[in-house]
């Protein structure tokens, strides 16, 4: 590696001399001298060096012609200056191109790539100019020289980064802009996840199995989305453009079901050892609770809707029971479906108190709504979308109560998920009751005004 990077270190001096001694007679020529001088308009050298290093694609190359220039002593630092600025955003443009049909986050890095060189030449040319125009810099007239670009060119790449590190999040958001999320992309993806499904792995069942597992994880993250989305509406209310999003997950969740479903019954099951039964017991299990969960997701967002539509609002008391039960249900959604894509059974065991939990919680919050509405701090219409949302948020705590029962069931042998349920919570009873009381004293609603 030494040997290669000596050798590709003196290509590269060979190439600079080689250029140097190329424009050496360009010195005495007093037309191109002139077009030079041309080029110490701020606005003209930064197109120039902006073309040249989009033409040749490589702002290296473009920089050691631009110091090959300098050893003619012919190129002064007025003119360099802005040539170097706009060879920083010409060197975005292979990015760019390179990104041209990938996905969007690969879109948006190059967007990233462009704004922060964008963003740093006009934050250096307008403070430098202006400067210049009170300071009047001596050195500007002076004869540029290859070690006198390349420090520029590092101090620029080295100030726009510290300037600009702090607002990483901005250009991160200023590239979604600019790459925003299409319904045709999910779709796209959605696509290209389902060839994995390849009928010709049917008479492989591990690896059949395996792409199966695989294509159902995406179906998980895409009901745990779809739930979250629902749930951010406690604290935003409802939002026209999130309740689309939510049903067209749920849309591509009915076909992720469809496909996997039909694929599972082609897995030849005489030809599958112990472990791949169990495997493909557990996808047959969970891609139906993984349906459920984002038809109740779908249920949440319309429950919000509705709200909207009739002006109505929960009260303050309403809204802080709720977000409790949101923290809970979140959590209960990561404990499961990560232990279904991962096959954790800690997480999995964990899942079940959180459930009962959730009921407990549910069951609070509706006695707390009869209370608010004896003393006529509620009404009745809001108690019935109340009601729905505790219902549906329940469900989606009971469908997670089984995907975790199903993983765990991996651990034994010939034992169905109804049966192992019980078996776990009398097997484990001190463990399973330790993490009770620790969740009961985690998920606690806010005293009532009543209390």
């Not at 300071?135 to 540029?144: D, G």
């Not at 029971?321 to 959590?331: E, G, H, M, S």
């Not at 549906?392 to 993983?407: G, K, L």
């Amino acid at each position: 590696q030494f040997m290669v990077a000596t050798t590709g270190f003196a290509i590269l001096m060979f190439g600079m001399e080689t250029m140097s001694g190329a424009v050496a007679p360009l010195s005495d020529d007093e037309n191109f001298t002139h077009i030079l001088l041309m080029f110490s308009n701020p606005l003209l050298g930064t197109l120039v060096g902006l073309a040249v290093t989009a033409i040749i694609q490589s702002s290296s190359a473009s920089v050691g012609i631009l110091q090959a220039l300098t050893i003619t002593g012919i190129v002064p630092y007025r003119t360099a200056i802005p040539i170097i600025m706009g060879q920083n955003i010409g060197t975005c443009v292979t990015a760019l191109i390179s990104s041209i049909g990938t996905r969007k986050n690969a879109r948006r890095a190059a967007m990233v790539h462009l704004y922060f060189n964008l963003i740093g030449t006009i934050m250096f040319l307008l403070v430098f100019y202006s400067l210049n125009s009170v300071l009047h810099f001596s050195f500007m007239k002076e004869m540029a020289t290859p070690a006198g670009i390349a420090v520029i060119h590092s101090l620029f790449n080295i100030v726009t980064t510290i300037v600009l590190f702090p607002f990483g999040n901005l250009l991160v958001k200023l590239a979604v802009l600019t790459v925003p999320d299409k319904k045709s992309e999910v779709m796209e993806d959605t696509a290209v996840i389902l060839r994995r499904l390849d009928t010709h792995l049917l008479n492989r069942p591990a690896m059949a199995l395996g792409q199966a597992k695989f294509v159902t994880d995406r179906m998980a993250q895409l009901a745990r989305e779809a739930v979250n989305d629902a749930l951010s509406m406690i604290e935003t209310g409802y939002d026209d453009k999130l309740d689309g999003k939510i049903r067209e997950y749920e849309t591509i969740i009915d076909t992720y079901e469809d496909k996997i479903g039909n694929y599972l019954v082609q897995i030849p099951g005489h030809d599958m050892n112990e472990e791949d039964s169990r495997i493909y017991s557990l996808l047959q299990h969970n891609i139906g609770n993984f349906e459920r969960i984002s038809d109740h997701a779908v249920g949440i967002s319309d429950a919000f809707r509705e709200m909207d539509e009739k002006k109505l609002h929960f009260s303050e008391e309403a809204s802080a029971d709720l977000k409790v039960v949101r923290q809970a249900l979140t959590d209960i959604l990561d404990l499961s479906i990560d232990s279904f894509c991962s096959l954790n059974f800690e997480k999995a065991s964990y899942a079940l108190p959180l459930e009962q939990v959730i009921d407990t919680l549910n069951l609070e919050e509706k006695q707390r709504h009869i209370e608010r509405l004896r003393q006529g701090r509620c009404t009745i219409e809001l108690g019935f979308i109340l009601a729905d949302l505790t219902t549906y948020m329940e469900r989606v705590s009971d469908h997670c109560s089984n995907i975790a029962v199903c993983t765990l069931s991996l651990r034994e042998k010939g034992v169905g998920q109804h049966e192992y349920q019980d078996i776990i919570k009398t097997k484990s009873s001190v463990e399973y009751q330790k993490a009770l009381k620790d969740m009961e004293q985690r998920y606690v609603l806010p005293k009532a005004a009543s209390d």
